[in-house]
T-cell receptor
Framework: GENVEQHPSTLSVQEGDSAVIKCTYSDSASNYFPWYKQELGKGPQLIIDIRSNVGEKKDQRIAVTLNKTAKHFSLHITETQPEDSAVYFC?????????????FGSGTRLQVQP | DGGITQSPKYLFRKEGQNVTLSCEQN?????MYWYRQDPGQGLRLIYY???????QKGDIAEGYSVSREKKESFPLTVTSAQKNPTAFYLC??????????????FGPGTRLTVL
């Protein structure tokens, strides 16, 4: 089955700096890669996703890049703000298979220092 | 207000007891999922269902059971056979419409503690 590895496990940046979180996946058939933000005691919220037919997607201060050959994808947050502090999860799936469920990375705790 | 609701928010259980966690969605989604989250870890799939009256085991189904009698409801029972049930439980749902990728929406979670 799919295996997703995520690095780093913790990341501390100064407000205004950029943050980068990286994930690798094992199943070359995976073609959908979402990123979730989870605040303390709450359920994860989808912040951005990318399909395998594109290499990059951007939404304001957030961008995701995908390298299918190397089987890795990354989340980039620019101009970080204290409210960006949370745990971020990457995930992978192949919706074309029967299962459709997501395989998650282990999470990155991002701390933005004011 | 469309979304996914889970209840209760906090649940305490004595060893040897079965407990049922509720999950309801009004998004008209076909698929529903249960994940377990342990401290400092990612989410692991317990069970999922893509249609009423049908469900599949995920990666850590042992000690859990589910039912899907209605499209909008997917309750999870944590049985006494689950050896380490203390965790944060998350329910999610997604559409299975053709052309829709697997955007999953999560509920607020239930924190289960075994006393």
């Amino acid at each position: 089955g799919e295996n997703v590895e995520q690095h780093p496990s913790t990341l501390s940046v100064q407000e205004g700096d950029s943050a980068v979180i990286k994930c690798t996946y094992s199943d070359s058939a995976s073609n959908y890669f979402p990123w979730y933000k989870q605040e303390l005691g709450k359920g994860p919220q989808l912040i951005i996703d990318i399909r395998s037919n594109v290499g990059e997607k951007k939404d304001q201060r957030i961008a995701v890049t995908l390298n299918k050959t190397a089987k890795h994808f990354s989340l980039h947050i620019t101009e970080t703000q204290p409210e960006d502090s949370a745990v971020y999860f990457c995930a992978a799936s192949n919706p074309d298979t029967g299962r459709r469920a997501l395989t998650f990375g282990s999470g990155t705790r991002l701390q933005v220092q004011p | 207000d469309g979304g996914i609701t889970q209840s209760p928010k906090y649940l305490f259980r004595k060893e040897g007891q079965n407990v049922t966690l509720s999950c309801e969605q009004n998004l008209n989604h076909d698929a529903m999922y249960w994940y377990r989250q342990d401290p400092g870890q990612g989410l692991r799939l317990i069970y999922y269902s893509q249609i009423v009256n049908d469900f599949q085991k995920g990666d850590i189904a042992e000690g859990y059971s589910v039912s899907r009698e209605k499209k909008e409801s997917f309750p999870l029972t944590v049985t006494s056979a689950q050896k380490n049930p203390t965790a944060f439980y998350l329910c999610a749902s997604s559409s299975l419409s053709k052309g829709m990728y697997n955007e999953q929406f999560f509920g607020p979670g239930t924190r289960l503690t075994v006393l």
